[in-house]
């Protein structure tokens, strides 16, 4: 399909989807973007193609700053605040012909599961009754449901515990979440700096690897940038320690719960059949401190939001709440009271209390113990040695794997309806199968894959799909896309 032809799609479906609320902002006008499609086309025709993503269209969450439109992160103390700079990811997308259709809707400061908490209200996801509309996850739902409804070519997001992936998984696409350091994060809005990656979202693993190439690479503007000297040292491991051999795929024990939907769990049984009739062996490991990690993320990231959230204070950043002026001592405290939504407000509040002087000890440093048992499970399961730690496992080379294939989520989307009458607790449940990747910094992907009833588990029943996710060692980001690519040619067999 030509690039015009694409776009004029994409420009007729941001119209048709308006109602899913995906974009925060109005779209900019649809001959700027078709002028610009143009542009790329003729360079196209000339032979001085940019990259592949040239012409292409990219939406990108309203937490990445850009200068042309305002980045509110969903919230209401930042209303109309416009950034004086563009993040790296953005200027790198504009550089390879990009053109950026549009800022999406997220939960606000990234901060939930659905989409629900933010000031423009939730996003819907495309699949199921309107009238009843299902959960498009969170907190990247507006890149998800901007991809999986055809507004976008690609989109951004955000993944600091499973932003991207859980909505990838929710909306049928397939959402990423590069190592950690290997994409910039400079002017992404901080939620929690040690965990918060950009992540992309596309229809399927090419998509996304086109605009992976186009984003990744050192930038001296963040200091959580992987240097020149480590990425050399990643890609020198990286050829030694793989060939074209029948991989290992790993499956974790502590990632079948009790919860786990059984229509999910098929899906996952369906496709390490698959994975096996082609030849690789599947083996079954143990990630013990898994069943901490959730608990570990909800006290580190919550710390760190609270720090990073303390210059929105009407002063610094942020609008001035207009009841303020005048009272004495209560200046930041009532801006912040009405800026900032109920979930933002609980995690600082959480946050502050685990850093504070009687509660740091019992819970920041513990969680931060609980972080590096969960990197030290993955390290000793991996094939592959970690390249930035010089620890290796206790188990033996033949027992490691070079992969490991886990459901994204523990349940299909619930009702947007049904959310509301949810506890903090219950809504924070559905990150517990991404957390543990985030807290490692690995690389992970969700792809959809149909879900089969059969007893053979070869053919599906119905067009329902959920995601399954697959998650490397550090820096193997490649092997990541060569495993999707393999799910994803079994899916559209099947589907077809």
């Not at 899913?20 to 649809?30: G, Y």
């Not at 930042?78 to 993040?87: D, E, I, K, T, V």
């Not at 407000?345 to 946050?351: E, F, V």
């Amino acid at each position: 399909m030509s690039l015009l032809r694409q776009a004029e799609r994409c420009i007729a479906s941001q119209k048709s989807f308006r109602a899913l609320n995906a974009f925060v902002l109005p779209v900019p006008e649809s001959q700027v973007l078709m002028n610009a499609v143009q542009d790329a086309a003729d360079r196209t025709s000339r032979g001085q193609r940019k990259s592949d993503i040239d012409g292409r269209l990219i939406a990108v969450k309203d937490n990445i700053c850009t200068t042309d439109s305002p980045t509110t992160c969903a919230s209401t103390i930042l209303s109309g605040f416009r950034s004086p700079y563009a993040a790296t990811v953005v200027e790198r997308l504009q550089d390879a012909g990009a053109i950026i259709t549009g800022k999406t809707n997220l939960d606000e400061f990234g901060m939930g599961s659905h989409s629900t908490n933010s000031s423009f209200g939730p996003v819907k996801n495309a699949i199921g009754r309107q009238d009843d509309p299902l959960s498009a996850g969170g907190s990247s739902g507006g890149s998800a449901v901007a991809v999986a409804t055809g507004q976008c070519y690609a989109a951004l997001g955000t993944d600091t515990g499973g932003s991207v992936r859980l909505p990838a998984a929710y909306t049928g696409i397939v959402g990423f979440k590069p190592s950690y350091g290997i994409v910039s994060r400079h002017g992404v809005v901080a939620y929690a700096n040690s965990l918060d990656t950009v992540g992309i979202l596309g229809r399927n693993s090419s998509n996304v690897k086109q605009v992976f190439d186009a984003i990744k690479g050192h930038d001296i503007r963040d200091p959580t940038s992987l240097s020149i000297t480590s990425r050399s040292r990643i890609a020198e491991k990286l050829r030694h320690g793989h060939n074209e051999r029948q991989l290992r795929i790993g499956v974790p024990l502590e990632y079948n719960i009790q919860e786990l939907e059984a229509d999910i769990r098929s899906a996952w049984l369906s496709a390490l059949h698959h994975l096996q009739k082609q030849g690789h062996s599947i083996h079954q490991v143990s990630l013990p401190a898994t069943k901490l990690a959730l608990s570990a993320y909800y006290v580190i990231a919550p710390a760190e939001a609270s720090s990073n959230l303390a210059k929105y204070d009407g002063v610094r950043y942020g609008n001035q709440n207009a009841e303020s002026r005048g009272t004495e001592n209560v200046l930041y405290a009532v801006t912040r009271g009405a800026g900032l939504g109920e979930e933002v407000k609980r995690r600082i509040l959480l946050g502050a209390y685990s850093l504070s002087a009687g509660a740091i000890d019992n819970y920041f440093i513990q969680a931060q113990r609980v972080r590096r048992l969960v990197q030290q499970d993955f390290n000793n399961v991996f094939a592959l040695r970690n390249p930035l730690s010089k620890q290796q496992g206790e188990m033996s080379e033949t027992a490691r794997v070079d992969v490991l294939l886990t459901p994204t989520a523990p349940s299909l989307p619930p009702r947007i309806q049904s959310i509301g009458h949810q506890s903090a607790v219950d809504s924070y449940r559905d990150d517990v199968l991404t957390v543990p990747a985030s807290l490692a910094g690995l690389p992970a992907m969700s792809i959809p894959f149909p879900i089969t009833h059969n007893q053979d588990l070869k053919e599906p029943t119905d067009d329902r799909v959920t995601g399954l996710q697959v998650i490397a060692q550090f820096g193997d980001d490649e092997m990541v896309f060569r495993v999707a690519q393999a799910l994803e040619e079994h899916a559209s067999s099947s589907v077809s």
